[in-house]
């Protein structure tokens, strides 16, 4: 079975700060790992996801992600947060049998100005 | 391109009625899948349909609780009869799920507040 966990339920920092939340996954096999992020009263929206290849992934909006297979982590990091990032970020994985998505619990980012 | 499109945004009912929520995925997709977002039970895949045909409903709660996909642009997600703890944000999602290796992202619909009370 596939399960993703999400430490912190929520992330605090200042405006201008980096921002990282973080990502462990459980899953048998080789993952597919992804990050969405929900604004009040809205949907999930995409932001990234790991497939293959380089371990350190870009995504929308300036934020990236790098796969740690050993650490079997998948950190959501930007290098300068905004305001506008206060949201709450999901991770989840999938493994390589079929389409079906498991989500972490979700994490809070608050960004202060 | 217009998106994942459910309706309505918001429901309220009482308990005891019927209750249909409806979702158009993304032109192109072959896969839709239903999903319900509570405080305590965070997101929870429901059921989900590949080309029309229910692929897995084994997240779906109870018999009350039905989903359908008569074509490729449009599935219900039915409760008969709603009870208050179905109170929660239905998600519909969609994936085009041609690419065969399961790389594909899903695309989230705006969601359906449902509150029964």
């Known amino acids: 079975a596939q399960s993703v966990a999400q430490p912190e339920d929520q992330v605090n920092v200042a405006e201008g700060n980096p921002l990282t939340v973080k990502c462990t996954y459980s899953?048998?096999?080789?993952?597919?790992l992804f990050w969405y992020v929900q604004y009040p009263n809205r949907g999930l929206q995409f932001l990234l996801k790991y497939i293959t290849g380089d371990n350190l992934v870009k995504g929308s909006y300036g934020f990236e992600a790098e796969f740690n297979k050993s650490q079997t982590s998948f950190h959501l990091k930007k290098p300068s947060a905004l305001v506008s990032d206060s949201a709450l970020y999901f991770c989840?994985?999938?493994?390589?049998?079929?389409?079906?998505?498991?989500f972490g619990a979700g994490t809070t980012v608050t960004v202060r100005a | 391109d217009a998106g994942v499109i459910q309706s309505p945004r918001h429901e309220v009912t009482e308990m005891g009625q019927e209750v249909t929520l409806r979702c158009k995925p993304i032109?192109?997709?072959?896969?839709l899948f239903w999903y319900r977002q509570t405080m305590m039970r965070g997101l929870e895949l429901l059921i989900y349909f590949n080309n029309n045909v229910p692929i897995d409903d084994s997240g779906m709660p109870e018999d009350r609780f039905s989903a359908k996909m008569p074509n490729a642009s449009f599935s219900t997600l039915k409760i008969q009869p709603s009870e208050p703890r179905d109170s929660a944000v239905y998600f519909c999602?969609?994936?085009?799920?041609?690419?065969?290796?399961?790389?594909?992202?899903?695309?989230f619909g705006p969601g359906t507040r449902l509150t029964v009370l």
């Open positions: 032109s192109g997709h072959d896969y």
């Open positions: 999602a969609s994936t085009k799920g041609t690419s065969g290796a399961l790389t594909d992202t899903q695309y």
């Open positions: 899953v048998s096999g080789n993952p597919y």
């Open positions: 989840a994985v999938r493994d390589r049998s079929d389409y079906k998505l498991s």
